[in-house]
């Protein structure tokens, strides 16, 4: 089997450190400029601006959320949290305030996590006016006191202005499309999900360099999470109606194991393709993950109207790992090298798998083809292929006799105990010689 590897370690790491650091958020400047830096990675990558009030399905697209300035003083005028320190201190989409406020006032509107001490949780009003601050257990317990007052200030502003998405098609021979969806709605964390937005970026490069021999073509979006991901269906229903099967990459970078979460319909194919790809890669202890509903953007690309069957290859899976949702989800959690790992991963799953699982018809369905007429049957024994008892020219037989136009080559490769990369070649050379006919659709 040819593995491609790639080795992108060092730009990964330059790339982690030049995102963390930007205030993302659903809306706004930290997403833009964060689409414009991709951009200079893949120029092909179209950012696209949905306007703030839109309705799309059952939602409305918010207004964009500015924050200039956020802190608490203590009753001696000294500052003792604040938003230039770590954007996480504030609740995302937070209502503006400025007011005096006793500790048992103030405590309903701060969050922090006494069972992880020294770690800021990352939260979000997007739906609901309320405002609020985020620090460490440590932190509260070194600069608040019960019997003290506290004067509190975000200077918020809610603007009408854009949801901005990233988009790039990437044609191959078939105008049939897999999808491609990662979100960039995260500030400030890393493995949830800088890792997604990195591993998908370089995917997209890879593909493009891979374009010419592409047989199917590939939708990459970046997209806020849920809202941007409802907005991108609403804009695109026709197309993504098409699509049946798709990658949703996220918290792809951490220490722990691998993993994938799989798709509504478990016996899809794409989740025996992705249990093939890890022992392909010798990867033989990750862990599986049954679909729900509580995950990712799969939940609006896999609702009924448009079901499609998505899978998310996790290292450090979203909700599993101790630092989620948290300032410890930084630069020191996730490697440059986990996400080149997560990479190749992807990669293998799509250029040697879902690449290439054509559908094929036989042309000749009287009886069988006379191989010695196309230069098919072996003159010298046949050559085995190392990992089947069956000959090249046997497995021309099967091909011809299984390819209806509605099974799958890796269905067919399943069936006769072969790899795909390897039935593929044979099926290609079938083509060639007039016996076997791509179909578009299945
Ligand atoms: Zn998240």
């Not at 997007?126 to 440590?138: A, M, R």
């Not at 022992?279 to 939940?299: M, T």
């Not at 948290?326 to 630069?331: E, G, H, I, K």
Request: net charge neutral.
């Amino acid at each position: 089997m040819k593995l491609l590897k790639v080795d992108y370690t060092k730009e990964i790491n330059e790339l982690l450190k030049k995102l963390f650091p930007i205030p993302r958020s659903i809306t706004g400047e930290g997403t833009r400029k964060t689409l414009k830096i991709l951009q200079g990675l893949v120029p092909e990558l179209n950012i696209v601006e949905y306007p703030s009030g839109e309705n799309v399905y059952d939602w409305v697209i918010p207004p964009e959320w500015e924050i200039k300035e956020a802190w608490i003083k203590n009753s001696k005028g000294e500052v003792i949290l604040d938003y230039k320190n770590n954007p996480l201190h504030v609740v995302f989409y937070s209502q503006p305030v400025h007011k005096i406020l006793s500790f048992s006032e103030l405590q309903k509107h701060l969050y922090y996590l006494p069972n992880l001490k020294e770690a800021i949780p990352y939260r979000t009003f997007y739906y609901t006016q309320n405002w609020g601050f985020c620090l460490s257990y440590n932190h509260l317990k070194k600069y608040f006191r019960e019997d003290e007052n506290y004067e509190v200030f975000i200077d918020a502003t809610f603007k009408k202005g854009s949801l901005s998405i990233g988009e790039v098609l990437i044609k191959g021979k078939s105008k049939k499309e897999y999808l491609i969806s990662t979100y960039i709605c995260h500030p400030n964390l890393a493995n949830d999900n800088l890792s997604g937005i990195i591993t998908t970026v370089f995917i997209a490069r890879e593909l493009l360099k891979h374009q010419k021999r592409l047989n199917y073509s590939y939708r990459i979006i970046f997209v806020p999470e849920t809202i941007g991901a409802i907005s991108y269906c609403a804009h695109n229903e026709k197309e993504m109606k098409n699509i049946d099967m798709g990658l949703v990459i996220t918290t792809c970078g951490g220490p722990g194991k691998f993993g994938y979460k799989m798709s509504f319909d478990e016996k899809d194919e794409i989740n025996q393709m992705v249990e093939d790809v890890f022992a392909d890669l010798g990867i033989n202890d990750f862990i599986k993950y049954p679909f729900s509903l509580a995950g990712s953007d799969e939940r609006q690309y896999s609702s009924q109207a448009f079901r499609i069957n998505c899978i998310t290859i996790t290292k450090d899976k979203y909700y599993e790992y101790p630092y989620y949702h948290t300032s410890l989800d930084d630069l020191n959690f996730v490697r440059a090298e986990f996400i080149n790992q997560s990479l190749n991963l992807y990669l293998h799953l799509i250029l040697n798998y879902l690449d290439k699982n054509i559908f094929y018809e036989a042309t000749k369905k009287h009886c069988e083809v006379f191989l010695s007429k196309y230069d098919l049957y072996p003159k010298l024994g046949g050559a085995f292929l190392p990992e089947s008892r069956l000959k090249r020219h046997e497995i021309a037989l099967y091909l011809m006799f299984y390819c209806d136009g509605n099974t799958s080559l890796y269905n067919i490769s399943k069936k006769l105990k072969i790899n795909l990369q390897d039935i593929y070649e044979i099926a290609v050379e079938l083509e060639n010689k007039g016996l076997l006919l791509r179909k578009e659709e299945k």
